[in-house]
């Protein structure tokens, strides 16, 4: 069974600080992918990225960067210099190669502070 | 904006009511999804829909009724809600199961509250 985990349930940061959100996962597949998204207060959930589980390359967009491990079945986010409109809840999300299933952990609720 | 759009955004109802959620997308997708969320849980799976037709429904109780008319449109009807229902109801849509590695693209959602 797939399963992921987000062990911080909620990390307070001053603006302008680097903060990295962890993601671990567990499946049995090889090929996988494995999801982030972004729940402002408004509510609607915000895809952020996709990768593959044979692609692990270090991504960056911006203040965003995600480090892909799969060794240690990971895949944590960082936003470098946050800011306040990053303010959200943070879900890592699990899914098989085909098929409609998105696997969520439980979030990480982020406030970055002025 | 966004490409999946669900009324109301907000819903006050007694347990006595019959409401009915609507979420529509315009993205040529052929699969739609509600999710439950609730405070201090994680997103809840309830029901999907692939070409109009269900093939995922999460044990969820009867007093919750899906309809998907088209590949565009996903309802969901309420009726005798308990308390407990109170939640942010979200829909999502993407592909259809036969597309690899979908990306499900969520609406705003709808805020429950079951007096």
């Known amino acids: 069974a797939q399963k992921v985990t987000q062990a911080q349930t909620e990390i307070s940061v001053v603006e302008k600080e680097d903060v990295t959100l962890d993601c671990v996962y567990e499946?049995?597949?090889?090929?996988?992918?494995l999801f982030w998204y972004k729940q402002p207060p408004s509510g609607e959930l915000v895809f952020l990225i996709r990768r593959n589980s044979f692609d692990e390359q270090n991504e960056i967009s911006g203040r965003y960067s995600w480090n892909f491990q799969k060794s240690t079945s990971s895949f944590n986010f960082t936003i470098t210099a946050s800011q306040v409109v990053d303010s959200a809840v943070y879900f890592c999300a699990l899914s098989e190669e085909y098929g409609n299933k998105l696997v969520f952990g439980a979030g990480t609720i982020l406030r970055v502070k002025s | 904006e966004t490409g999946v759009t669900q009324t109301p955004r907000h819903l006050v109802m007694g347990m006595t009511n019959k409401k009915s959620l609507k979420c529509e997308q315009h993205?040529?997708?052929?699969?739609m999804y509600w999710y439950k969320q609730s405070a201090k849980k994680p997103l809840e799976l309830m029901f999907v829909y692939n070409f109009k037709e269900q093939t995922e429904n999460n044990s969820v109780p009867s007093r919750f009724s899906p309809e998907c008319p088209n590949s565009s449109h996903l309802f969901l009807h309420l009726h005798t809600l308990q308390p407990e229902d109170s939640a942010l109801y979200l829909c999502?849509?993407?592909?259809?199961?036969?597309?690899?590695?979908?990306?499900?693209?969520f609406g705003a959602g709808t805020r429950l509250s079951v007096l």
């Open positions: 999502a849509s993407s592909q259809d199961r036969g597309t690899r590695a979908n990306i499900q693209y």
């Open positions: 993205l040529g997708h052929n699969a």
């Open positions: 499946t049995r597949d090889t090929t996988y992918y």
